[in-house]
């Protein structure tokens, strides 16, 4: 029972779900309404669920002193103070307002900066032509790196600008639709899978 | 050591630092270069150029101060022009961390082109699970957004007056830095078929080139460049302008290092080589 109802509920969502796609008529858009709705109420209970996993996996490294527990402290005032501001006032509440503006958004803003940095680093320290791969590779990022910025086509007259647009438009597209429809039909057998019961996995190990 | 080997071993540090130069001179300097408008962001500038006044787009904004340099510049270009063209803009916040900033982005130009709350754009607020919103949002805007981001009942905001759904609407434009350009894809532009186009940072934006050939997607603002593409479309040269010459060096000074790492590679492997 513990197995066979959960893969029952997972079957009957899935099918009329897949089914109401086709089917225009108003019961099933009904039906498709209902859904929508449940989702979101689902979805509500499973934020509520990742913050207790959040708070009790933190809570545990607080609590015996694991490695780094420090910071879980940090990770636990942070959600406690800013759901705390949250709820006191409303939307413009002016202290959710400055610690939005003044800590969150610099330290979000200050991390990706950071970026610049270490990608110049990596690219100087990797970016070898050691086999012709590479090497293609290398000349494909130089290409489209310059001609993706103003200055690129302003040293080749228009050059760079019109091989990163070959580049894009072609190979990259080629490329990425053979991914894209591999992921499908992965995505839609494993779905089937799912919703006959074949594949389990979702159900954890008990 | 040799020389060659010397200089595929630079300190990290003085690569940070030559960046961080790369950054800052662009900057005092305030060099100009000529910015070239390419297809697919002409495209969206001309959807939204050719819709009549009062016509309403939806805007989804889902990003975070991380991804701001690159999609504020977009958001603010694209904001100018509605404004100015009176086209009704409908935002939909997303990301959560994301929420607050797009909220003042939003007010900051609404004022500075004159905008009225209600009248001509409307904030629908943060709902998770995107997925499900877009779909939701298919049938009623109201059903998944009864009130505004502000609390206000939508039926009591003039400009959301005979706006139900996607049919009501002209063009859905994401400004988008997460998997919900997916979303809208798949669970919106799919389903409900209405005109869809982008706005991505520039390392998303190769992603999309398919979809733009398919027709699926009709136009896309790629990164800060995308942007400074846009500002110079609407005749208004911000932030993505004056970043221009800034990422036209850092790109410089990244081939340049490349280019130093490969030199100095090849002649000490050659070196070494001779000496075996």
Known sequence: ?206 | MTFFEKITLIDRRIVFIVIALAVIIPLLLRVDLPIKVTPEVKKVYDIIDELPPGSVIVMPCEYAPDTMAELEPMLFAVLRHCFRKDIKVIGCLFFPTGVKLIEQEFKQIAEEQGAVYGEDYVLLGYRPYPAVVIMSMGQDFRQSFPEDYYGTSLDALPMMKGVKNYDDTELVLTINATSGVDFWLIYGRERYGFRYALGVTAVMAADYYSYLNSGQVEGIIGGLKGAAEYESLIDYGDLATMGMSIQSFVHIVIVLFIIIGNVGYFASRGKQRGRR
């Open chain 1, 1 to 206: 029972m513990k197995r066979q109802l959960p893969i029952a509920i997972t079957f009957i969502c899935a099918f009329i779900l897949t089914v109401q796609y086709f089917v225009p008529h108003r019961s099933f858009e009904m039906m498709y309404e209902v859904s929508n709705v449940w989702l979101q109420i689902i979805g509500f209970f499973a934020t509520l669920l990742g913050i207790l996993s959040l708070v009790l996996n933190h809570w545990e490294k607080v609590k015996y002193k694991q490695e780094n527990w420090i910071y879980s402290i940090v990770a636990l005032a942070g959600l406690a103070g800013m759901t705390l501001v949250g709820l006191i006032g409303s939307q413009d509440n002016p202290v959710f307002e400055w610690l939005y503006n003044f800590i969150l958004s610099p330290i979000q803003a200050t991390m990706f900066s950071l970026l610049a940095f270490f990608i110049a680093s990596a690219a100087y320290r990797a970016f070898r032509a050691r086999t012709t791969i590479a090497t293609i590779l290398l000349l494909a990022a130089i290409v489209v790196m310059l001609g993706r910025v103003p200055i690129g086509a302003y040293i080749s007259g228009g050059l760079f600008p019109w091989l990163a647009d070959i580049l894009l438009n072609y190979p990259n597209v080629a490329a990425k639709r053979a991914i894209i429809m591999g992921v499908g039909l992965g995505a839609a057998a494993t779905s089937l899978k799912v919703m006959l019961g074949i594949e389990r996995s979702y159900m954890g190990s008990d």
